[in-house]
């Protein structure tokens, strides 16, 4: 069975940073398209970020590029979000996710929150203006 656990979200100031944390289990995330998405108050889950493939691949929002960095250790089998000149408009509950299978040669991380299976339980990010 898989499960995430996410971690480090917090208050932080504009133009602060934080790294969030997601530990993976039942799943590699060396062989697994891993990605972040967030939701806003009243507003839809979007897309942040993902990494997949062996050679850690990556894709971003627009919003975010620059800004924000994906990783992962997979000794740890864990999936990081550094956060770094934070913004208002970050505020949000950033879950982690896995889709259902896994990665395979040619295969492109999907950006919609349909082609993703398996969902942490979130961790407040609150940036302060």
């Known amino acids: 069975q898989v499960h995430l656990v996410e971690s480090g979200g917090g208050l932080v100031q504009t133009g602060g940073s934080l790294r969030l944390s997601c530990a993976a289990s039942?799943?590699?995330?060396?062989?697994?398209?891993m990605a972040w998405f967030r939701q806003a108050p009243g507003a839809e889950r979007e897309f942040v970020a993902s990494?997949?493939?062996?050679?850690?691949?990556?894709r971003y929002r627009d919003s975010v590029k620059g800004r924000f960095t994906i990783s992962r250790d997979n000794a740890k089998n864990i999936v990081y979000l550094q956060m770094n000149t934070l913004k208002f408009d970050d505020t949000a509950v950033y879950y982690c996710?896995?889709?259902?299978?896994?990665?395979?040669?040619?295969?492109?991380?999907?950006?919609?929150?349909?082609?993703?299976?398996?969902w942490g339980q979130g961790t407040q990010v609150t940036v302060s203006s």
């Open positions: 996710a896995t889709e259902r299978g896994g990665w395979f040669p040619g295969k492109i991380a999907a950006m919609n929150e349909d082609d993703y299976s398996y």
């Open positions: 039942g799943r590699a995330v060396s062989t697994s398209v």
């Open positions: 990494i997949y493939g062996i050679s850690s691949n990556t």
